[in-house]
């Protein structure tokens, strides 16, 4: 059973930083592009970023380029996104999922508000 299982999350401040984790069981975790999308109050979902299966590639969407960064430890079966410069806009649940269509976890709130 394919399990992913994000962390992380919480309530920060405007400008402030937060790292999300997802970690990956019964899959074979290193042989998979990765993404995280996330959904805002109200909204639909949308995808924030991805990572190839070796690192080698990234792509952000455009709204979180230059602030966010997204990484994999394959040893671990872990994906990583850490967030800079957080603004309230980025308040959402944020999900990790496989390939650009595939299953995700549960979320983690991420709340950005003074």
């Known amino acids: 059973e394919v399990q992913l299982v994000e962390s992380g999350g919480g309530l920060v401040q405007p400008g402030g930083s937060l790292r999300l984790s997802c970690i990956a069981s019964?899959?074979?975790?290193?042989?998979?592009?990765m993404t995280w999308v996330r959904q805002a109050p109200g909204k639909g979902l949308e995808w924030v970023s991805a990572i190839t299966s070796d690192s080698r590639s990234t792509s952000y969407a455009d709204f979180v380029k230059g602030r966010f960064t997204v990484s994999r430890d394959n040893a671990k079966n872990t994906l990583y996104l850490q967030m800079n410069s957080l603004k309230p806009e980025d308040t959402a649940v944020y999900y990790c999922r496989i390939g650009w269509n595939g299953s995700r976890g549960q979320g983690t709130q991420v709340s950005v508000s003074s």
């Open positions: 019964g899959l074979p975790f290193s042989s998979n592009v």
